[in-house]
């Protein structure tokens, strides 16, 4: 349990200061010169992709009238699985055609509970249709100047370069063993029962001793 819980935390590890990286580039261009902020975020997020292969992008997303006046809503890059290439994601906050993103971003999990809380959260595991096709995790940190809410910055993660590196580890807990998010999404399961994604109710998870990863929302789960 000890070996696992340390890969998971090493997998974790670089996200919050990479955020804080982004976001504060954002909120420093935002400030001076808002016509500045798409370059400046391209470059930042550009090194954040090609330092680690395990972000699988990285960005802002802001609906804020000062940024809409001179930059797109969505500033977000993603890694091309295929050849590692970082490339900009050119999309807008006008989405109608991708799935629950047909909402709008305002009520997108990811962008609405940083806004209200006004604290970092992580978001998944989902398919993330808009950026990677694959099952991931999006964290993200508001973006405040003078206190009020100018949008987010985020950092997506694939479920599979976690499972890459924990899948035997896990096995060595429980053959049954789970990963949960937020105390009770399925993030890795080693029980076919449990599809990544889907929610375990409370009397399922009476079943479980839980073993919360420091420093993360996530939880090992082992049968009892």
Request: overall charge negative; glycine content about 4%.
């Amino acid at each position: 349990m000890a070996r696992l819980i340390d890969v998971i935390t090493s997998w974790h590890a670089h996200v919050p200061e990479t955020i804080e990286r982004i976001s504060s580039v954002a909120v420093t261009a935002i400030s001076a010169d808002p016509r500045s902020l798409e370059a400046q975020m391209e470059e930042v997020v550009f090194e954040v992709l090609n330092s680690t292969h395990k972000f699988a992008g990285a960005g802002i997303v802001s609906v804020h009238p000062t940024v809409l006046a001179r930059s797109r809503s969505l500033l977000w890059w993603v890694t091309q699985r295929e050849n590692s290439r970082v490339e900009p994601l050119p999309l807008d906050a006008d989405l109608t055609e991708l799935g629950t993103y047909q909402a709008g971003l305002e009520d997108i999990e990811w962008y609405r509970v940083p806004a209200a809380t006004g604290r970092p959260h992580m978001t998944g595991p989902f398919v993330d249709y808009m950026c990677t096709d694959q099952f991931a995790f999006t964290f993200t940190v508001p973006l405040k100047i003078s206190g009020e809410f100018y949008g987010v910055a985020g950092i997506d993660m694939t479920v599979r370069s976690l499972e890459e590196e924990i899948e035997s580890l896990l096995e060595d807990v429980s053959p049954d063993a789970i990963l949960l998010s937020n105390t009770d999404l399925v993030a890795i399961s080693l029980d076919p029962q449990f599809a990544t994604g889907s929610r375990l109710k409370s009397e399922q998870l009476e079943a479980y001793d839980l073993t919360l990863v420091p420093g993360t929302l996530l939880s090992i789960a082992a049968p009892r």
